[in-house]
């Protein structure tokens, strides 16, 4: 059928493994903006009354390129990529669940509705959200031990084994690596505003269209994330603080929920403090974003090829089995005689 899309031919494995292939490249391309961006976001404002921080908390970044000089210049170049395995693994794990239960939630709605049509605004924001809450129930531990990596210094770092046994070996025990979950929770808003404004501005600029060229799913890619960033920095943030070591003016004291880090940071920093990290935050997820939808397109349109491939080789195989059925059936048939 002329008109069939992507998402019909290609099933949920194969959307999964497309939008985790491309997550991963993209996350692979501009992740000392991640170390960056997260280093900014836990550090707070000195106050002359706390105790004097040590290690990496005795450092404060004035700018990106601060940061990404600074980290270069104290850990060397490998200090940019510490916690890259983790992290990959992490974006690999929850964009390949995301994308399948997207995949498969949004399939299950339109197969109820009695007249076929694309799913409105809200709607694709709330099966965003629900595949988002189902990934991230089973990736948060990754998480949590890759922001634990990103903010040790060179001396401290340890493995993603090692640190993960860090953060069950704290106060918080095996729920340590479950840290941030309900922030993670709320946060599944993120990627529902991404997808679902991806989807309804690729309605609107590029109406009727299946596949779209590597420029236009880039374009709508970056427009996307950068609306769902700004929505929800202060969570973002938030977030990172509860998965991170306390800050030395809390003397070890974890924090126990996103609003208890969102009242120490407007406390100690004011308003403006919630949206700290959001230059390099914005400039990763519209380089990541834009390049995770190009190159999940072009994964999709792969499989929707090797698929067509596979199907037409299945069906000249079952050609050639009839075929050679009906030969052998031919010959063994009696000769009758008038």
Not at 58 to 68: C, E, F, K, Q, V
Not at 154 to 164: A, H, I, P
Not at 205 to 233: D, H
Not at 291 to 305: N, P, Q
Request: aromatic letters at 8%; one cysteine or more.
């Amino acid at each position: 059928m002329a008109g069939q899309s992507k998402e019909a031919v290609v099933p949920s494995w194969g959307l999964a493994i497309a939008g985790a292939s491309g997550a991963v490249l993209a996350n692979a391309m501009v992740y000392p903006l991640d170390i960056v961006k997260t280093r900014l976001q836990v550090q707070v404002k000195r106050n002359p009354k706390d105790a004097v921080p040590t290690g990496v908390d005795a450092i404060h970044y004035n700018s990106t390129w601060d940061a990404l000089t600074r980290i270069a210049a104290d850990d060397g170049i490998a200090g940019l990529y510490a916690g890259l395995n983790g992290a990959l693994l992490g974006v690999a794990c929850t964009n390949f669940a995301y994308f399948y239960w997207y995949s498969i939630v949004r399939t299950l709605y339109t197969s109820t509705q009695k007249v076929p049509k694309k799913p409105g605004t809200v709607v694709e924001l709330s099966l965003g959200a629900a595949a988002g809450a189902l990934a991230q129930l089973f990736t948060i531990p990754i998480a949590v031990v890759t922001t634990r990596q990103q903010t040790q210094n060179k001396s401290e770092r340890k493995g993603l084994v090692g640190t993960g046994r860090d953060v069950v070996n704290s106060e918080d025990g095996w729920t340590g690596l479950w840290r941030g979950m309900k922030a993670s929770l709320v946060l599944v808003v993120n990627p529902a505003i991404t997808y679902g404004a991806y989807q309804r501005l690729k309605d609107i600029m590029f109406p009727g269209k299946t596949s779209l060229r590597p420029w236009e799913a880039f374009i709508l890619g970056a427009m996307s994330k950068s609306l769902a960033t700004v929505v929800t920095q202060p969570l973002i943030v938030a977030k990172v603080g509860l998965q991170s070591k306390p800050p030395p003016a809390r003397n070890g004291k974890p924090f126990k929920s996103f609003g208890e880090v969102m009242q120490f940071i407007v406390q100690n920093e004011g308003l403006l403090g919630l949206f700290k990290g959001i230059a390099p935050q914005i400039t990763k997820g519209l380089i990541v974003q834009g390049l995770l939808m190009m190159t999940k397109e072009r994964m999709e349109l792969l499989f929707v090829l090797l698929f067509r491939y596979l199907r037409k080789l299945r069906s000249d195989q079952l050609q050639k089995t009839a075929a050679l059925a009906a030969s052998h059936a031919k010959r063994a048939m009696p000769v009758i005689v008038k």
